[in-house]
């Protein structure tokens, strides 16, 4: 770099850091200024603002359903467009699970340093399960079992040893799985903020790459003699609903916040909830209460921190749901979701099909384990396999039976950029000094190996 370059280029720095501090400051200012009530947003802005939901509200009355529509306001017991859990719908686990078990999940796996005792009271007989965060009287009563009663809990889906049909040729055999495509894609990937570019090569986004290998894996498991949904064909959104008719909400979410509420915050804030939080609500819909399946495989590609340059080192691993943070325990409808995965004993069947699927990834990838921080307030490692880590991802909590997350390669990692660059290939070709299979087939007969290694060992 010449001299004149490297002046120029403090000259930049310094003013980035100037405008950071800036927009820090101003924020800050914000945050602590009195809520932006309506009445103290100047009189032309709240004409603005009234005219802007006015325009929303015409396209949710027209396209949308009344019974799915979005909700109007947001409640900050409950999670983002969440309803008011009903908890009898956890009568039916009465006496079907003992004290032990109920307390090593939510101790080991599903909160970090015994948060559950905030929300949860134990005793021989039973759980009193807190409600409502806003009203502390509301409890539920769980009963624990006495003695170990082999029962089904009642569920949808099946763990490896209830499925009835063995055929050698077949190991998948009426196995239902679902598969979900992570992210959208296409021209939605740069508003989900899945898309990479490297210099002048063509765009890498991550909702292509899983759609493509979600297709091609569907054949081969179909093949191996299972009935395989995708949750998405397309690069497309699931969800029907478009950022307008998230407005309302967005707007009461971030009044309820103390957020400023403008044009530009709204719009920004109903893009998340449309592409992240509705379209997974749209996927768990479809999963919980059509697919139905016996598991469902998440399939995403991972990408390293922004950078220009390509990242050298990539690395694998698999999510679990777990690793409940406090604010999210703190959510009724997140405590009620936390509570039926562990009634329904969907960790341990997770676990177990997790652990064979990460053997089989390493075993065709080498990818070498992601370490997260060990004393992360979001993320628990699992039976100290350091490949499975508990997370608490909305899909991976809303799709109330075992879910396979793979979190493999970097799209912007060298080896895997140049594999992404070439496309999807029969046989092999000789890639970065190697003999490689395209990175899409090597992802399929990876997620192939492991669920047939899992299923043939059934009993
Ligand atoms: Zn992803």
């Not at 819909?285 to 990408?303: E, G, S, T």
């Not at 993320?379 to 809303?398: E, F, H, T």
Request: hydrophobic letters at 35%.
């Amino acid at each position: 770099m010449s001299a004149k370059k490297q002046k120029s280029y403090a000259l930049e720095v310094t003013l980035v850091v100037l405008a950071i501090v800036c927009a820090f400051v101003t924020q800050t200012v914000i945050k602590n200024a009195n809520p932006p009530e309506v009445e103290n947003i100047p009189t032309g802005d709240k004409v603005a603002i009234e005219e802007f939901l006015a325009e929303a509200q015409g396209v949710e009355e027209t396209v949308i359903k009344k019974e799915d529509a979005v909700p109007r306001e947001y409640h900050p017991h409950l999670s983002d467009l969440a309803s008011e859990p009903d908890w009898t719908q956890l009568d039916q686990f009465q006496y079907t699970i003992s004290r032990e078990d109920f307390e090593r999940e939510l101790e080991e796996v599903y909160t970090i340093n015994g948060k559950w005792k905030d929300w949860v009271t134990t005793t021989d007989e039973s759980a009193l399960i807190r409600m409502s965060a806003a009203d502390g009287t509301k409890l539920y009563e769980l009963f624990f079992a006495s003695e170990v009663k082999n029962e089904r809990p009642p569920k949808y889906w099946r763990n490896r040893d209830e499925l009835i049909v063995q055929e050698p040729n077949k190991p998948l055999l009426g196995l239902r799985i679902v598969i979900d495509p992570g992210h959208i894609g296409g021209k939605y990937a740069k508003v989900e903020e899945r898309e990479f570019f490297h210099k002048d090569s063509p765009p890498v986004k991550e909702g292509n790459l899983t759609l493509k290998v979600a297709k091609l894996l569907a054949k081969q498991l179909e093949t191996l003699g299972a009935q395989v949904t995708l949750t998405r064909e397309y690069l497309k959104p699931v969800n029907n609903k478009r950022t307008e008719d998230y407005h309302h909400f967005a707007y009461s979410k971030l009044r309820k916040k103390n957020l400023w509420a403008t044009p530009l915050s709204i719009t920004k804030a109903s893009e998340k909830l449309f592409y992240r939080k509705g379209e997974i609500r749209e996927r768990a819909k479809h999963i919980n209460n059509d697919y139905r399946p016996d598991l469902v495989l998440c399939l995403h590609f991972n990408a390293g921190s922004k950078s220009e340059e390509l990242i050298q080192d990539e690395h694998f691993h698999m999510i679990l749901n777990g690793a409940y943070m406090d604010g999210e325990v703190a959510k009724d409808d997140q405590r009620f979701m936390m509570m039926q995965r562990v009634l329904q004993r969907i960790h341990p069947e997770e676990a177990r099909l997790s652990a064979y699927a990460a053997d089989a990834f390493t075993a065709h990838t080498g990818l070498k384990p992601y370490q997260y921080d060990p004393n992360s307030k979001r993320a628990l490692n699992v039976d100290k396999n350091p490949y499975l880590w508990a997370r608490n991802l909305a899909a991976n909590r809303s799709y109330l039976c075992p879910v396979v997350f793979y979190e493999p390669y970097l799209m912007n990692g060298a080896d895997s950029h140049a594999r992404i660059m070439q496309g999807d290939y029969e046989g092999l070709r000789y890639l970065n000094g190697m003999l490689r299979p395209s990175i899409f087939r090597e992802y399929v007969n990876a997620v192939t190996d492991g669920l047939v290694t899992y299923y043939a060992n059934r009993k």
